[in-house]
């Protein structure tokens, strides 16, 4: 529907606005596009990706207040947005209150985010786009690093406050040539860091058939030494009408992820209070960074304390992420504006996590360490609806609709580790210790049953009315309370098609909107 048809509450982003944006995921370009939104980036790691949406302020103590993700009638999640090609997405509309959301009954107490991709379009010449960006990240402030004490502050301080005399201050640092003013944040992290990305798409169609053909590559280099993010994607939206009655049509992305880092700046699931990463500025500016020769010593620093990118070189760790989303969908029209239609589409993810402790490093005491953790998970959605929509007299407007949905979530994870690896050729989980080795596995797993209906009216294109109802059954609720019915009304005078406003030529638009409903949050656990 056209979003000036809606009695809800939408708002929707145009692929024009995400395009441009200098960020790997289109979540983040949302930040300051919709009213009522806040999109907080919880971590500066490349990689990391994890984009925190809250619609109108947290809307639960004890449960999830993420928003309900769907990417082309798919339930998805924030992930899989963030996995996809910023290029590839026509549009993001953000449903906001309960008239546009109670369709979606028990998981849209927090909104919804539905993303629509690009496709094809029918008799249309075949049009190839290549595109590529470059550029470069950099801390953007230095007012923090700015404001530590330089090493004679530092002295004077220690000597004012009667901490150290003079005495004790040539004893512990300039007798032993710690007379320096090192920049520390200068030695702990990397600036005007590199990241682009290319494209290439193809995308036209027939009278029978509209195709959508696409691939894309993103690199990013991270502050922390070591870390880097990676993204490869490939997609492929095909539509067609063989029929007059029929249209049909498949649509599948697929994505890999490579991310690496030490961990030491921490992520969105971390602090970044180590003082090999977050903490680093911190360091006593009066021991030098460089040795005798004017060289950053390769492995440790003038007061034993390792350089950082020593101990990222070894204990080496990376995930690589792999997602798959795809979709089939039908549609038939036995007559004139009644429609059936069915979509059954599938989100996967698989992930694959790998760290090791090299046995010759330094502080590895000639015992290595090795981690290993593999993780999968899907959410399969089907959707069946009935659709008819006449008119009474060309004034008033019907559009009645019926559904039923289901949704299986399923996720699982094992983690193995063993230690003792004694010879950095052979660091496999079973070249460690025997008594070391441990295992650990995790499962969790969900059903959604739903029937859903709507209706819709308006008069003369002026005057709108809708109520919704739908009923949701989980295995996540209580046995005794295994249903659920969320349901919502609304209207909306469209005040700029009267005679008193059209001809005003300042006004673009003008709507009066009242809606009620009831939404819920689903999301409890399993």
């Given at each position: 529907?056209?979003?000036?048809?809606?009695?809800?509450?939408?708002?929707?982003?145009?692929?024009?606005?995400?395009?441009?944006?200098?960020?790997?995921?289109?979540?983040?370009?949302?930040?300051?596009?919709?009213?009522?939104?806040?999109?907080?980036?919880?971590?500066?790691?490349?990689?990391?990706?994890?984009?925190?949406?809250?619609?109108?302020?947290?809307?639960?103590?004890?449960?999830?207040?993420?928003?309900?993700?769907?990417?082309?009638?798919?339930?998805?999640?924030?992930?899989?947005?963030?996995?996809?090609?910023?290029?590839?997405?026509?549009?993001?509309?953000?449903?906001?209150?309960?008239?546009?959301?109670?369709?979606?009954?028990?998981r849209a107490a927090n909104g919804v985010v539905y993303v629509t991709t690009k496709?094809?379009?029918?008799?249309?010449?075949?049009?190839?786009?290549?595109?590529?960006?470059?550029?470069?990240?950099?801390?953007?402030?230095?007012?923090?690093?700015?404001?530590?004490?330089?090493?004679?502050?530092?002295?004077?301080?220690?000597?004012?406050?009667?901490?150290?005399?003079?005495?004790?201050?040539?004893?512990?640092?300039?007798?032993?040539?710690?007379?320096?003013?090192?920049?520390?944040?200068?030695?702990?992290?990397?600036?005007?860091?590199?990241?682009?990305?290319?494209?290439?798409?193809?995308?036209?169609?027939?009278?029978?058939?509209?195709?959508?053909?696409?691939?894309?590559?993103?690199?990013?280099?991270?502050?922390?030494?070591?870390?880097?993010?990676?993204?490869?994607?490939?997609?492929?939206?095909?539509?067609?009408?063989?029929?007059?009655?029929?249209?049909?049509?498949?649509?599948?992305?697929?994505?890999?992820?490579?991310?690496?880092?030490?961990?030491?700046?921490?992520?969105?699931?971390?602090?970044?209070?180590?003082?090999?990463?977050?903490?680093?500025?911190?360091?006593?500016?009066?021991?030098?960074?460089?040795?005798?020769?004017?060289?950053?010593?390769?492995?440790?620093?003038?007061?034993?304390?390792?350089?950082?990118?020593?101990?990222?070189?070894?204990?080496?760790?990376?995930?690589?992420?792999?997602?798959?989303?795809?979709?089939?969908?039908?549609?038939?029209?036995?007559?004139?504006?009644?429609?059936?239609?069915?979509?059954?589409?599938?989100?996967?993810?698989?992930?694959?996590?790998?760290?090791?402790?090299?046995?010759?490093?330094?502080?590895?005491?000639?015992?290595?360490?090795?981690?290993?953790?593999?993780?999968?998970?899907?959410?399969?959605?089907?959707?069946?609806?009935?659709?008819?929509?006449?008119?009474?007299?060309?004034?008033?407007?019907?559009?009645?609709?019926a559904g039923q949905e289901g949704v299986a979530n399923y996720s699982e994870s094992?983690?193995?580790?063993?230690?003792?690896?004694?010879?950095?050729?052979?660091?496999?989980?079973?070249?460690?210790?025997?008594?070391?080795?441990?295992?650990?596995?995790?499962?969790?797993?969900?059903?959604?049953?739903?029937?859903?209906?709507?209706l819709e009216y308006n008069i003369l294109d002026k005057y709108y009315f809708d109520?919704?109802?739908?009923?949701?059954?989980?295995?996540?609720?209580?046995?005794?309370?295994?249903?659920?019915?969320?349901?919502?009304?609304?209207?909306?005078?469209?005040?700029?098609?009267?005679?008193?406003?059209?001809?005003?030529?300042?006004?673009?638009?003008?709507?009066?909107?009242?809606?009620?409903?009831?939404?819920?949050?689903?999301?409890?656990?399993?």
């Amino acid at each position: 529907k056209k979003v000036g048809t809606m009695v809800g509450s939408v708002t929707t982003v145009k692929s024009d606005a995400l395009k441009n944006a200098p960020s790997s995921s289109a979540l983040d370009a949302l930040q300051g596009q919709v009213a009522g939104l806040a999109v907080m980036t919880t971590g500066g790691v490349a990689g990391d990706n994890n984009v925190s949406m809250q619609l109108h302020g947290m809307g639960s103590l004890g449960s999830s207040t993420a928003p309900l993700y769907i990417i082309d009638g798919v339930q998805s999640s924030s992930g899989a947005v963030m996995a996809m090609n910023p290029n590839d997405i026509a549009s993001i509309s953000i449903l906001k209150d309960a008239s546009a959301t109670s369709i979606y009954g028990s998981r849209a107490a927090n909104g919804v985010v539905y993303v629509t991709t690009k496709a094809g379009a029918y008799n249309n010449r075949a049009t190839v786009t290549v595109r590529s960006q470059a550029g470069i990240s950099t801390l953007a402030d230095f007012t923090l690093y700015d404001n530590m004490m330089s090493g004679p502050e530092l002295k004077d301080f220690l000597v004012k406050s009667g901490i150290m005399t003079p005495a004790q201050i040539y004893e512990k640092y300039t007798s032993r040539g710690w007379d320096a003013d090192t920049k520390w944040y200068n030695y702990f992290q990397q600036f005007n860091n590199p990241q682009f990305q290319n494209d290439i798409s193809v995308e036209g169609g027939g009278e029978k058939v509209a195709y959508m053909l696409g691939a894309s590559q993103y690199h990013q280099r991270g502050t922390a030494f070591g870390n880097f993010y990676d993204r490869y994607t490939v997609r492929s939206n095909v539509q067609g009408r063989p029929k007059d009655w029929l249209k049909m049509g498949m649509n599948l992305s697929f994505s890999m992820e490579q991310t690496a880092g030490a961990g030491f700046w921490g992520n969105s699931g971390s602090t970044s209070n180590n003082t090999y990463g977050g903490l680093s500025y911190t360091k006593n500016p009066l021991i030098p960074a460089l040795d005798e020769n004017g060289n950053v010593p390769e492995k440790m620093w003038a007061d034993g304390r390792y350089n950082t990118k020593y101990l990222v070189d070894q204990q080496p760790k990376q995930t690589d992420y792999y997602n798959l989303l795809g979709s089939f969908n039908v549609e038939i029209e036995p007559f004139r504006n009644f429609k059936i239609a069915s979509r059954a589409g599938v989100d996967g993810a698989f992930s694959n996590y790998r760290y090791t402790l090299i046995p010759s490093a330094d502080f590895a005491a000639g015992e290595g360490d090795r981690i290993r953790t593999y993780g999968m998970s899907y959410a399969a959605t089907i959707t069946n609806t009935m659709e008819y929509s006449f008119s009474i007299a060309d004034a008033h407007n019907f559009t009645l609709l019926a559904g039923q949905e289901g949704v299986a979530n399923y996720s699982e994870s094992l983690t193995a580790e063993s230690t003792g690896q004694a010879d950095d050729r052979l660091t496999n989980l079973q070249n460690g210790k025997q008594e070391s080795y441990s295992m650990s596995e995790g499962l969790s797993e969900s059903r959604f049953l739903s029937f859903f209906g709507r209706l819709e009216y308006n008069i003369l294109d002026k005057y709108y009315f809708d109520a919704s109802v739908r009923n949701d059954a989980s295995s996540r609720f209580g046995a005794n309370n295994r249903n659920a019915t969320f349901w919502a009304v609304g209207g909306m005078w469209k005040l700029k098609a009267e005679n008193f406003l059209s001809s005003v030529s300042a006004i673009n638009d003008l709507n009066l909107k009242v809606s009620y409903g009831t939404q819920g949050n689903a999301s409890i656990g399993n």
